[in-house]
């Protein structure tokens, strides 16, 4: 408690009693202007409390709520696009593809979707990443890249348990079902490095050219050209999906890996469907 | 100012304005009541406020046909489509330098002005100066002059009073509803935003502005007046140096003046003590105490002093634009002279003519000048199209089947003209690397058409490949040219090609 309050002798003006090293405080009236916004101040927040949900327990008088406005937005804003989401549903994509307007569209929607669902296994820019995870901008496809071909793998997805229309492959497991030998193994790996021109032991190689002959050609191709009909890989390209050297080749013969893709359709709208569709096409490897 | 000589008699008769002396730091405001005045500068004025007024008022009713689809209003700032429209010229929000370039090109100018003449943008055309001196005119129009106005205020608050006061400020109101108007109209189609806002219709932003710069304009020019000058604006202080004994500013010639006294008494200079200067000062000081930051140059003093000389039969410009070199010299040979003709005529001869040229003028035009070319140089060069590239950097590259290396480019078309004619792009860039624009035709040659967007941003997608087996560095330079229907580069930009580290 200030005590020492003293009248100063030039001004007339009380002083507030605090004194610091002999400087003294007059107690000066707040400027009236100052004062009476601060009031104002006061009285605006007791009206904003009332009327806002201001204390938990308070609903506020005006009943305004934070999610009911964003929900009301986000209504707003499917609103809007819902002329266009019409015309994207009940079209095909090569129709969106064909018409600048839909396009472009289906360009900016499909970027926002893909970030949203595709971009967490298949990379922000579609690239995809090692042990399963297929890059979308490259040219090589296991189920077709046709805008077709993308839109049916994104509606019913990979091994997903879905329907019937899945993609759905089996490449049997020759190594631990014992269908072949390790040595076996081994050579149909040298025969597979071969394809591609990158085979180090010529004689593994012939040797396994004869097993591959028996048990890998109906689906990978007589050279390795693979067969999208059912989703076996090119093998005679330099895209591997589980990893290109030996090692991982023999890795795959032994015990394949079959990753899996849910299916899109019935969680995404269809004309999101058709946006994504467009979108992975123009990634850089659409045919 | 460091040979200022005027008389500071007035201000050293007052007590110290100091807490020492017992007097308050704050002092409340003296309220100001102008008299009319008539004269050469206040025909100057009156001129320029109209020019000044029907400049501000007229301008965003112009028309400029630019062709369909596009705002036909000579000056606008089209915030929603980020376009500043000025009669032939049509910016984009990156070139907002020219709108820099612009205020600093005032600035220079005000600098110049100032070195010169003094405080002639504070006295005739500064927004403050305008409109308090229309709201001077409408208070005099319904309230009468000086003397009237002041007995009003000091009488009784009866109907005369009240009808009186309602309708100055009703009037006021009206003025700044049309300012804050007029300002929303730069932003806005004048006529549309006008029906708009006269119908309940327009937005809230643009009500939000209509009141904010309706409500400034009463509060600034109705009731804030000089102490705008005075107190707020920083203008006044700063513009201290540019001035210098050379500028021309309002003086009162004291050598000539003083001793102040009675009309026919021949011991006293010609300075009648009339206050004539003093009750016509829209800031309500005295010229007599010499130069002083609230005087804002606007010479109505002089205009009220010329007309009581002229009554006098004595010559006119006892308070006149002058420079204070010429004060000083002329006070100088007329230090020991009694009041009388021969001492005005040995003040008169003493002057010279203003200095216009010196050191500070000159570096102000060189500054002005310089600004002015550079400008120029940059509007004239201005480029109507421009290419950019942004590489994807997501996958930095792709490896294709074969082996090749392919990057994918977003190539934007800023087309700021409304030509729309296609234009090629070439790649410039070693031997091998191929080019595919994404959903475009192809020319005559091979080559990708791309369409410009009129007014507008076109956008595509580029993939550039190597094939396999060609050997690519980690990062390859490479141009992307846009042709014309003739085969003429008209735009340009350089990006790289990534590929694996080696």
Known sequence: MPTKIEKDALTGTDTTGHEWDGVKELNNPLPKWWLYTFYACIAFAVVWMVIYPSIPGWK???????????VAEVAAAQARNAPMMARLREATPAQIQADPELRAFAQAGGRVAFANNCAGCHGAGGQGALGGFPSLADDDWIWGGSLEAIQHTIRHGVRANESDDQRQSIMPRFGADGLLTRAQVDDVAEHVLSLANRATDPAAAARGAVIYAENCVACHGDRGE???????????????????????IVAMINNPRAGVMPAWQGRLDPAMVNMLTVYVHSLGGGE | MSTIDAPH?????????????????????????????????????WAVLVACLALYYVLPWLRWDRGPGVPDQAVLVDIAHARLFFFWVELWPQEIYFLAGALILGAFALFAVS???????????????????????????IQGDRNARMKLDQGPRDANWWTRKALTHGVWLLIAAATGGAWVMYFNDAPSVTHAILTGRASLEVYFFFALFAGFTYLLAGWAREQVCTYMCPWPRFQAA???ENSLVVTYRDWRGEPRGKPRDAATGDCVDCFACVHVCPTGIDIRDG??????????????????????GRPKGLIAFETLRNLSASAAATAAMPPGEARFKAGMAARHLPRFIRPRTMMYAGALAVVSLVMLGAFLLRSTLDVTVIRDRAPLFVRLSDGGIRNAYTVKIVNKTREEAPLALVLQAPEGFRMVVQDVPDDAEGRPLLSRRADGIAQYRVLVTVPGGQRVADSTPVTFRLLDATGRAVASTSSTFAGPRP
């Open chain 1, 226 to 248: 693979g067969n999208r009909e059912v989703g076996a890989p090119r093998l005679s390209d330099q895209v591997w999906l589980y990893g290109a050297s030996k090692r991982d």
């Open chain 2, 115 to 141: 070195s010169l003449f003094g405080r002639l943008w504070c006295g005739f055309t500064c927004p403050q100066t305008v409109w308090t001196d229309l709201f001077m005119w409408v208070e005099r129009w």
């Open chain 2, 242 to 244: 540019m001035l210098d």
């Open chain 2, 9 to 45: 008699r007035a201000k050293a008769d007052r007590p110290a304005a100091s807490p020492a002396a017992g007097q308050p730091l704050y002092a409340d405001r003296v309220k100001v009541y102008p008299k009319r005045v008539f004269g050469r500068v206040r025909s100057v004025k």
């Open chain 2, 291 to 312: 130069q002083q930051l609230e005087c804002i140059g606007c010479g109505l003093c002089v205009d009220a002093c010329d007309s009581v000389m002229g009554k006098l």
């Open chain 1, 60 to 70: 506020g008088t005006s009943g305004w709520v934070a999610r009911e406005a964003v």
